[in-house]
């Protein structure tokens, strides 16, 4: 291994310890405890070896989304390749997404709430991003309906489930019924 090839390397390593400590950290107290001075105590490195890699709590906010992304969209297909027909597909995807918002709030608020500098809906949007819809596409366009767009259902659709898990979380929806929220989500929008 050249010297170069091992530098980058341990660059790579770096950087998934910062995402990672970024992440934890959030998780257990919120973005708000997420600084370049706590994170640089945590992985015992100064906080210029840490601005040589994200130049702030935006572009950790944005790696976590981006990490937070693909493990979503690998929730839901996981949940929904395991299901038998349309209207489990739905219900399981469904499901999974809000499992993946109760468990992890602060990934969940990196990909949905905060400013991490991505893009959105646009051509620079990035991949990992693009695959989260994707995965909810595969399952929600066969449900769309004639005539109605698979891709602008399946915005309606995740737009209902992010008012499910913002309104829950927010204490203005009993989680307990979360269930009958969603029997009722998959049988009023989903055409089967």
């Known amino acids: 291994m050249s010297v170069q090839e091992r530098k980058q390397r341990q660059r790579t390593e770096r950087e998934r310890l910062i995402v990672a400590t970024a992440?934890?950290?959030?998780?257990?107290?919120?973005?708000?405890?997420?600084?370049?001075?706590?994170?640089?105590?945590?992985?015992?490195?100064?906080?210029?070896?840490l601005y040589s890699h994200f130049r702030g709590k935006r572009e950790f906010i944005g790696a976590?989304?981006?990490?937070g992304a693909t493990e979503m969209a690998s929730a839901v297909r996981a949940a929904t390749a395991a299901a038998d027909g349309p209207r489990a597909r739905v219900t399981a995807l469904a499901r999974a997404y809000l499992d993946f918002a109760e468990l992890n709030p602060a990934v969940y608020d990196a990909?949905?709430?905060?400013?991490?500098?991505?893009?959105?809906?646009?051509?620079?949007?990035?991949?990992?991003?693009?695959?989260?819809?994707?995965?909810?596409?595969?399952?929600?366009?066969?449900?769309?309906?004639?005539?109605?767009?698979?891709?602008?259902?399946?915005?309606?659709?995740?737009?209902?489930l992010h008012?499910?898990?913002?309104?829950?979380?927010?204490?203005?929806?009993?989680?307990?019924?979360?269930?009958?929220?969603?029997?009722?989500?998959v049988n009023r929008l989903a055409v089967l």
């Open 64 to 67: 976590v989304a981006l990490e």
């Open 23 to 49: 992440r934890e950290l959030a998780e257990a107290q919120g973005w708000d405890a997420v600084t370049t001075r706590r994170l640089a105590e945590r992985i015992e490195y100064s906080q210029p070896v």
């Open 111 to 160: 990909i949905f709430q905060l400013d991490g500098g991505l893009a959105y809906a646009r051509e620079d949007t990035p991949e990992p991003l693009k695959d989260a819809f994707a995965a909810l596409l595969e399952s929600l366009g066969e449900v769309a309906g004639d005539g109605v767009h698979p891709g602008l259902f399946t915005e309606v659709f995740w737009a209902a």
């Open 163 to 185: 008012g499910l898990v913002t309104l829950t979380r927010a204490g203005r929806l009993p989680p307990e019924d979360t269930g009958a929220r969603v029997e009722l989500l």
